[in-house]
């Protein structure tokens, strides 16, 4: 499985048709087939290429949103 350093991981953005990619606790997934992540952004709020592990508290939802997707790779830690 691919480790992704934190410069890395913000090449998979979602703009210009790049996969898109965001990590939680550690993990990378792609959600590049969910409309809700078109262009890179969810809900104007959050955006692909990042650690989202934070942000995470403050959404409506749980982390279980994230098992629809595939697991790609693993964040580094720094």
């Given at each position: ?21 965001l990590a ?55």
């Amino acid at each position: 499985m691919k480790v992704f350093t934190k410069e890395e991981l913000k090449e998979y953005d979602g703009k210009g048709g790049k996969p898109t990619y965001l990590a939680y606790k550690g993990k990378v997934y792609d959600v590049s087939e969910s409309y809700l992540w078109e262009d890179g952004e969810h809900q104007a709020e959050h955006f692909a290429g990042e650690d989202l592990t934070d942000e995470f508290k403050d959404a409506p939802h749980d982390e279980y949103v994230l098992e629809r997707f595939p697991v790609v790779g693993e964040l580094k830690e720094e």
